[in-house]
């Protein structure tokens, strides 16, 4: 199986100040044709550091695919370097001049001088067409390695990507690579994997590995065959496996959230939802209404920070704030309670608890959530202590009352 | 000076189902303390395939931090890489067992079997703690280099390089580094860097750098000198010329957010404040209350998607509705005037727009915003375009709004 190397070329990726979106691009993609990436390394616009890279990555992978610095200003060296790694001088090719001033014609500007260099191809290698600026790509073979260079401008690499893709696949050769991706929910990744055991050994096939995010564990299984059916079963029977394993834990696939499937269920169901909220101070609504389309069932949420707004917008007895303090399993359940009343929804969510830093005590302590959900048939509340800081414990609470809504529906 | 090098960790990386914005993270961080990053070399998770890059990344600088791999699963290995990297064995750790059984306790959870791994470190180095989750990231030292292995959850990782930021200062040594951030809204990096000019020019000392981040424009001051009150000195000018410069376009400095700034503006006067949004969806709410103490100026929140929601919450007149639309500058204002009358605040915004994709006409494009700041003294109401996907809009119509509150202040 061909292998691919990526080498990210130019400053801001060193001093932060652009994040790397590039790499993890052209790795889907280059997985989803079977050539699997071994690694990205990410150098500064410097000539014999770029060279250096280039030899590092050709030691790992078949395929060489740089990204960045083929700009026409001084800092731009990915070509000269290119060249030099392949023992070769820049050659000026008068088609690409051609190219390169026709742009700026078709664009009514004048072409700086400076823009001349990127006519410049190290001598023997193709230029690949650039469809949406004015540096061509570089694409070279040496000993058995591909290398390409493409530019960092996100929407002209990808362009040029699409363009090359067929010569990728026809230089990797065989291999069909089949990913499925599934989002859990409701247990942590050492849980799941302890449900799992071996299936999640490395170097098995279909590989199954996984990530965590905001309490989402997302598990994706990649299975590689030379035959694309098999593939594609070999990947479905372990879709299908772990489905049976996980169960309700399993709450979606790709790239779903937890409020894409509720808006979904709610969509289908022809139900509307509101929300009551305290602690998470309108996260849930807005994660609700992240989704498009949103409009159509959720109709209201309230940010009840302080008692008063509890009693006044959602009819909390001020007796049982009182009673029961603010967060507390009762004060939940009337908020919910009163969000599905005044909004006239079929399901609402209401959530009080102690976000922290402060504001908590031995009895109450800081991360204590009491989620509610309300409908037709019954108010469940249920009690939970998240122990994190203010911004985790918001995003676990908004995101395990989306969960305890979409049991319920 | 000494230069750092990262290793990104995780197959998760390396087939692009994660961006790794880690290592953009510490770059800007590591930069901003005076440690320049040489490279970045990201990896699976093999630990061969560690100890290679970790030689690699010790070839380029003096200090070596990687991220990932810390997890307690099968395919977590970083750990059991830094020990054959250093030569030495894993060895169990009481306190850091007893540390991350804690964890569990506290969260009422059984501790599963798989993470007692994480209680393992190399012999002969040090643990560092982990505040947001179980993996404690690791500090080891090994012939003048500086080893240090962080969890790749980027909240964890944040957490993590806080904490250990002074023994990095340290390490560092000689040239006294001084760092300073300005924080900006309302005006575009390149129109920042058009005003600045000659400013922002590589090489220079101080240094200027800048990064972006939803509509947020942070400025980095960093002079260096081996005379510490000269740095010092060299950065204050800068600072003071920057301010005089872009005037109220500069909120705040270090880490604060719109919102943070708000919140010191309000307890500062005693004030309050109400929101009434409709296209941001409890999204302006959320940003407001990820402030701690924020119950002592938020007073209430509504989120009314639907019309009949906001005449029957707020008080919007249904005929104002029909007339000009929902997402209009006369809406956005009513919304904003009947949140302060309800909630009894000082101050109140009102939002409603088209977030998109759907929902936009050629007239009221996706996009449009009307954004109402309601004080005792007046109502300002001001329309926006923002030209993104749904995410980038609510973002960018939420901290504009925020931007609007705090001028009003």
Redesign the interface.
Known sequence: MKKAT?V?IG?E?????????N?????????SIGI?????????DDID?IVH?IR?AGDDGDIIISTGGLGPTD?DVTRQAVAKFLGVELVLRNELMNQISGYFTAHNLQMPAKNIIQAYIPAGAEAIENQCGTAPGIMARSNGTLYIAMPGVPTEMKEMFIHITPQLREFAGGQAVI?K?LKCFGA????I??MLGDM???GRNPLI?????NGVV?L?V?ASHKDSETAEQMAQTDVQFLKNKLGDIIYGHDRQTLAEVIGEKLTHLGKTVA?A?SC???????L???I????KY?????????N??KSA?LGVPAELIEKYGAVSEQVASAMAKGARDM?GADYAIGITGI????GGTEEKPTGLVYISIACDKFIKTERF????????V?IRAAQTALNMLRKAL
């Open positions: 990526i990210s400053n990726l060193l001093s932060g100040r652009t994040v790397d979106t790499a993890a691009y052209l790795a889907a993609q280059l997985l699997p990436v071994t690694g990205v390394y990410t150098v500064g550091l890279k590092l800092d990913s991706t942590g990744e050492s849980v994997a302890g999640m050994q490395r590995n996984c990530t965590v995010e997302t994706y990649i929300t909220e998470t101070g309108g996260l849930i609504a807005k609700i209404t992240d498009s389309g949103s409009s959720f109709l209201q949420g309230w940010v009840t920070y302080s008063k707004a917008q909004a976000a922290g830093p402060t202590v998240f122990r994190s800081d203010r911004a985790a918001r």
